[in-house]
């Protein structure tokens, strides 16, 4: 969980996000026309320890989201742009979510993250996803991102 962090894992975690950008600069647009976006970052509530840092497509139509948990646990605030896991910690001195709100935004209806529209299964989300045009919409915390970046040493 997140309550092992401390003031002490602020360079750690910078490594981490400098880590990830790098690595997912390395992955775009490899054999992708156009390139495949990517993003990187930690769920409210890590279903794993020790605590650990994804890097997922923005598409999210891998073969590997097979349940309604999942996707959502990708496609929505539930997952959480690492820029933010690290600006709290600089901030606050520690990482800390609503439980209560993480459990029910995994419980919502499953829908589109791109458009928005509801759909009874995954089997349906992923004929849809195959099929939908609309832009990805971008992480809740891309405005704060090139600032983070710099505080972090990462700019891109």
């Known amino acids: 969980t997140f309550a092992c962090l401390t003031p002490k894992d602020v360079f ?3 490594e981490w996000v400098g880590a990830s950008r790098r690595y997912v600069g390395r992955l775009a647009g490899k054999g992708q026309s156009p390139p ?3 993003k990187g970052g930690f769920h ?3 279903s794993m320890s020790p605590i650990h840092l994804h890097i997922i497509s923005r598409d999210l139509r891998g073969v590997a989201l097979k349940t309604k948990k999942h996707f959502n646990s990708f496609a929505t605030e539930f997952f959480v742009p690492h820029d933010v896991v690290y600006q709290q910690l600089v901030r606050e001195g520690r990482v800390k979510f609503d439980s209560k709100e993480a459990e029910a935004i995994l419980k919502r209806p499953l829908a589109c993250h791109r458009c928005g529209k509801a759909l009874k299964n995954m089997p349906g989300l992923k004929f849809h996803l195959d099929a939908c045009n609309a832009e990805i919409k971008p992480p809740a915390a891309a405005a ?5 970046a710099a505080t972090c040493g990462t700019a891109e």
Do not use: D, G, I, K
């Not at 704060?144 to 983070?148: D, L, N, Q, Y």
């Open 12 to 14: 750690v975690l910078a």
């Open 36 to 38: 495949l976006a990517m």
């Open 144 to 148: 704060a991102t090139a600032a983070v």
């Open 44 to 46: 409210m509530e890590p």
